[in-house]
T-cell receptor, first 112, second 114 residues
Framework: DAKTTQPPSMDCAEGRAANLPCNHS???????VYWYRQIHSQGPQYIIH???NNETNEMASLIITEDRKSSTLILPHATLRDTAVYYC?????????????FGQGTILTVHP | AAGVIQSPRHLIKEKRETATLKCYPI?????VYWYQQGPGQDPQFLIS???????DKGSIPDRFSAQQFSDYHSELNMSSLELGDSALYFC?????????????FGQGTRLTVV
């Protein structure tokens, strides 16, 4: 699976959009970009995933660049409860086909 | 909606004892994954099962074994426990229906070895 690079930490004001970047320059054509988050000591929570096109769900939006070498997770109106570690994971064929490799996520702190 | 159920939520064992952790996947999910998260660390993949067969294996110690049963629930058996086995253990489940699926995690079992 392709390696990902994320900033170690970010801050965001409550009510503002949080934009979390992820670099995956070695991604291959059949690899999906997944985002999970982990709120302190809870089970990781699925947020969103995509292959090529931008995606949006009730939690967030995922913007994938045209060359697929990077992506941005957008939380449109961050709340204090969005404070968590955010993981960008690239995996072949989705999670049906293998394990998730967690590492070097971004600690997002949302402040009042 | 039903979620992944793990039991017990907390477990305290002494060194050299054994422990069994249980995971009940979301109904209809046929794939189960186990992860270990030590203090201050990221979750690390241990092992996964699809349709009761081991599908992938990570850094799982030989002292650990796991299986998936006919009702798709899974158990992680840990023997000769060591202090370093103290961690959060997460189970996740997904549906093996081809591409484009996601895994859902349980709330974990916190194992403390004393």
């Amino acid at each position: 699976d392709a390696k990902t690079t994320q900033p170690p930490s970010m801050d965001c004001a409550e009510g503002r959009a949080a934009n979390l970047p992820c670099n995956h320059s070695t991604i291959s054509g059949n690899e999906y970009v997944y985002w999970y988050r982990q709120i302190h000591s809870q089970g990781p929570q699925y947020i969103i995933h995509g292959l090529k096109n931008n995606e949006t769900n009730e939690m967030a939006s995922l913007i994938i660049t045209e060359d697929r070498k990077s992506s941005t997770l957008i939380l449109p109106h961050a709340t204090l409860r969005d404070t968590a570690v955010y993981y960008c994971i690239v995996i072949v064929g989705g999670t049906s086909y293998g394990k998730l490799t967690f590492g070097q996520g971004t600690i997002l702190t949302v402040h009042p | 909606a039903a979620g992944v159920i793990q039991s017990p939520r907390h477990l305290i064992k002494e060194k050299r004892e054994t422990a069994t952790l249980k995971c009940y996947p979301i109904p209809r999910h046929d794939t189960v994954y186990w992860y270990q998260q030590g203090p201050g660390q990221d979750p690390q993949f241990l092992i996964s099962f699809y349709e009761k067969m081991q599908s992938d294996k990570g850094s799982i110690p030989d002292r650990f074994s796991a299986q998936q049963f006919s009702d798709y629930h899974s158990e992680l058996n840990m023997s000769s426990l060591e202090l370093g086995d103290s961690a959060l253990y997460f189970c996740a489940s997904s549906l093996w229906e081809g591409m484009n699926t996601e895994a859902f995690f349980g709330q974990g079992t916190r194992l403390t070895v004393v």
